[in-house]
């Protein structure tokens, strides 16, 4: 069945062109000239269209209660912008366009850009990932890049947001889509037997290990691993993993001959593996390792246009699921809903849904449908179970780790200089005071608290006096390092921080003997 575009006729000579362009590569086309038409289309009882193009009037009212249906049924939007339009791509964001041309615009180029936005049309409703904002758009742009290659990809961001969707997706389009995808949680194995989860075991490896047991990595083989909280990876394990990543081969706990495996790693953390590198608790080698590609889910909070599709997805989802004559929400309810903060993201919002679907009386969900903390907007914190008797507490995150870990290293830093002081305690420190008002001072000499009983040195010489250029200031140093060491130039050197043969050049340069 064609796929079915509507174009608006604000503009009718690019209408016409546009829609003859479409007919002539497949699509079944419909020109409309109001508003009604176009609602009557979406709204209707056929399916809504595949994707509109709207031709002009963008700026009319009009237009904006057009784009509004159309996002409210998930349909993708093609607009035409004028060229005298300044800050094109800011209009179109501000009107929640899917996509934007400049005109006049090329048919063929409409044509491709239309078939693009139905292609990832059906890819959203293929993998789940829904939302018309920009920055889902954006993601679905980097799926489709990212697919068709092999290299790994880190997807980041926090815990509801649909990373493993996002690691299905780039699998169900690159050319492992008929090979396994193979997800592992890394934080709901304990160390001891992440391992061998990942990488098998033999015979006879461990109490217990009555046979040989194939791991993740090689039931993945040519196909797609998914690494799903992957900061949470003890790092012997990590270490593992770095090797696999480099050269694709590992061995079975217990084995001894290396195992070849052809598989695309895509790993995900709800949490920021930079930070975790800055702690100490990743690797970050193994960081880079991942990153090659990268991948960033917003909150929902952050896409909050979004949220009323996503409702409306939800409640005929479930409607049908449990069988249940269901007639939608009311728009205070929904309004409510956008508004919320949604710390659990797609997944609470999802879940919250099914509940009230299922409890709802009236088969609408009401603004008294929704939870007290939902409507009054309140996060509910964390519950911290008490440690058993006897068990550490954990009384800090690794922030303050991170923090304690530095204060501990500046403190031996300055034990250890505290230390090189008093090792030498007659000595005497020149203050050398540049830009002084008084032009007869140069430096002075200040006692380091001597030892009464050690013999006190020479002064060292002066280096620096009122009216001296640095050329002055270079000579007077290595003067004065030779005297210190006796004319031992190497010994001069290391005083002076400078390689030797830089000390011969500068003393052939100031003709120092």
């Known amino acids: 069945m064609a796929d079915r575009v509507l174009i608006t006729t604000d503009d009718l000579e690019q209408a016409v062109r546009v829609n003859a362009a479409l007919e002539q590569?497949?699509?079944?086309?419909?020109?409309?000239?109001?508003?009604?038409?176009?609602?009557?289309?979406?709204?209707?009882?056929?399916?809504?269209?595949?994707?509109?193009?709207?031709?002009?009037?963008?700026?009319?009212?009009?237009?904006?209660?057009?784009?509004?249906?159309?996002?409210?049924?998930?349909?993708?939007?093609?607009g035409l912008v004028e060229a005298t339009d300044e800050a094109a791509e800011t209009v179109a964001h501000e009107l929640g366009l899917t996509d934007w041309l400049v005109k006049p615009a090329d048919?063929?180029?409409?044509?491709?850009?239309?078939?693009?936005?139905?292609?990832?049309?059906?890819?959203?409703?293929?993998?789940?990932?829904?939302?018309?904002?920009?920055?889902?758009?954006?993601v679905l742009v980097k799926i489709e890049q990212m697919a068709p290659v092999k290299s790994t990809v880190l997807i980041q961001g926090e815990s509801?947001?649909?990373?493993?969707?996002?690691?299905?997706?780039?699998?169900?389009?690159?050319?492992?889509?008929?090979?396994?995808?193979?997800?592992?949680?890394?934080?709901?194995?304990?160390?001891?037997?992440?391992?061998?989860?990942?990488?098998?075991?033999?015979?006879?490896?461990?109490t217990g290990a009555a046979e040989r047991r194939?791991?993740?990595?090689?039931?993945?083989?040519?196909?797609?691993?998914?690494?799903?909280?992957?900061?949470?990876?003890?790092?012997?394990t990590q270490v593992k993993l770095l090797r696999v990543l480099e050269d694709r081969s590992f061995f079975r706990v217990g084995g001894t001959q290396p195992i070849q495996v052809d598989v695309r790693v895509t790993a995900a953390s709800n949490k920021s593996l930079k930070e975790a590198v800055a702690l100490g608790t990743f690797r970050?080698?193994?960081?880079?390792?991942?990153?090659?590609?990268?991948?960033?889910?917003?909150?929902?909070?952050?896409?909050?246009?979004?949220?009323?599709?996503?409702?409306?997805?939800?409640?005929?989802?479930?409607?049908?699921?449990?069988?249940?004559?269901?007639?939608?929400?009311?728009?205070?309810?929904?309004q409510i809903l956008v508004d919320a903060d949604w710390p659990g993201n797609v997944r609470q919002l999802k879940n919250l849904i099914e509940s009230m679907v299922v409890l709802a009386p009236e088969g609408e969900i009401r603004a008294s449908d929704i939870p007290r903390d939902i409507r009054e907007r309140t996060r509910i914190l964390p519950v911290r179970i008490a440690p058993p008797p006897g068990a550490a507490r954990e009384i800090a995150g690794q922030e303050l780790e991170f923090i304690f870990r530095t204060l501990v290293e500046l403190k031996m830093q300055l034990e250890d200089l505290r230390g090189r002081i008093q090792e030498r305690p007659s000595e005497r420190?020149?203050?050398?005071?540049?830009?002084?008002?008084?032009?007869?001072?140069?430096?002075?000499v200040v006692e380091a608290s001597p030892d009464p009983l050690a013999p006190s040195p020479e002064p060292q010489a002066v280096i620096y006096k009122p009216g001296?250029?640095?050329?002055?200031?270079?000579?007077?140093?290595?003067?004065?390092?030779?005297?210190?060491?006796?004319g031992n130039r190497r010994k001069a050197a290391e005083t002076l921080g400078i390689g030797e043969?830089?000390?011969?050049?500068?003393?052939?340069?100031?003709?120092?003997d």
Do not use: W
């Open 284 to 334: 970050d080698d193994l960081f880079y390792r991942l990153n090659v590609l990268s991948v960033y889910l917003p909150p929902l909070r952050e896409r909050r246009s979004d949220i009323a599709l996503l409702v409306r997805t939800f409640i005929a989802e479930f409607a049908k699921q449990h069988d249940r004559n269901f007639h939608g929400i009311t728009p205070d309810a929904q």
């Open 501 to 512: 043969r830089t000390l011969y050049r500068k003393l052939k340069e100031y003709a120092i």
């Open 214 to 236: 194939l791991g993740r990595f090689e039931l993945a083989n040519g196909g797609t691993i998914f690494l799903d909280e992957v900061g949470e990876m003890p790092a012997a």
């Open 160 to 206: 509801g947001t649909g990373k493993e969707l996002v690691a299905r997706a780039i699998h169900d389009l690159s050319p492992r889509r008929g090979k396994a995808f193979i997800a592992v949680n890394c934080a709901a194995l304990p160390e001891t037997l992440l391992e061998s989860e990942l990488f098998g075991h033999e015979k006879g490896a461990f």
């Open 468 to 486: 001296m250029s640095m050329s002055d200031v270079e000579r007077a140093a290595i003067d004065a390092a030779l005297r210190e060491t006796h």
């Open 107 to 138: 048919p063929a180029e409409v044509t491709a850009t239309a078939r693009r936005l139905i292609e990832r049309r059906r890819l959203q409703q293929r993998t789940g990932i829904l939302g018309e904002s920009a920055p889902i758009q954006e």
């Open 429 to 444: 420190v020149e203050v050398i005071e540049v830009g002084t008002r008084d032009p007869g001072l140069g430096t002075r």
């Open 25 to 78: 590569a497949g699509f079944d086309t419909a020109m409309v000239s109001s508003l009604d038409d176009v609602r009557q289309a979406v709204r209707g009882k056929q399916p809504p269209p595949d994707a509109i193009i709207l031709t002009g009037g963008l700026h009319e009212s009009t237009a904006r209660r057009l784009l509004a249906a159309a996002h409210e049924h998930g349909v993708p939007t093609l």
